[in-house]
């Protein structure tokens, strides 16, 4: 009876545990270079553009050095083909010149915003979009400044 019901056990945390593991963004993304902390930083000091794509009250805690928000309102699915015309992101903030490069962040691979933001910021035909899929928390943990 106890195995019993610790297979019932496992099997129900295998449901809670498998949505968390399927959330994560790709590894790679089409047209995009992806970015370690120290690159971005480095591109940063040569006038990239450090784009956080968290909330206003995410970007306020703690951020990239240098880095502006433009945050990402997501209401489409965590998934590689989502729908664009579901989300909100203002594009107008981004530098004018389309040939300037941006690097996009968030909450590491499992934030979805930096993912979208940098496949809406290629498709709208940004040259140089890199994509920090580390995110904050690569950025942190290498010791890197903040604001």
């Known amino acids: 009876m106890k195995s019993l019901f610790y297979a019932a056990c496992l099997s129900a945390a295998a449901l809670f545990v498998q949505p968390a593991l399927a959330q994560e963004t790709p590894a790679t993304l089409d047209g995009v270079k992806?970015?370690?902390?120290?690159?971005?930083?480095?591109?940063?000091?040569?006038?990239?553009?450090?784009i956080d794509t968290r909330?206003?009250?995410?970007?306020a805690e703690k951020t990239v050095k240098g880095a502006i928000n433009v945050p990402y309102g997501e209401k489409s699915a965590k998934d590689a083909k989502f729908d664009k015309?579901?989300?909100?992101?203002d594009l107008?903030?981004?530098?004018?010149?389309?040939g300037a490069?941006?690097?996009?962040?968030?909450n590491s691979g499992t934030c979805w915003k930096s993912y979208k933001a940098s496949v809406?910021?290629?498709?709208?035909?940004?040259?140089?979009?890199?994509?920090?899929?580390?995110?904050?928390?690569?950025?942190?943990?290498?010791?890197?400044?903040?604001?």
């Open 85 to 89: 015309a579901a989300d909100k992101f």
């Open 55 to 59: 909330t206003a009250n995410e970007f």
């Open 120 to 147: 809406v910021a290629r498709d709208a035909g940004y040259k140089q979009v890199g994509w920090l899929r580390g995110g904050m928390p690569e950025w942190s943990s290498n010791g890197l400044p903040t604001q």
């Open 92 to 98: 107008a903030k981004l530098p004018a010149d389309k």
């Open 34 to 50: 992806l970015v370690t902390a120290e690159q971005a930083r480095d591109l940063g000091a040569k006038g990239a553009a450090l």
């Open 101 to 106: 490069p941006v690097i996009f962040f968030c």
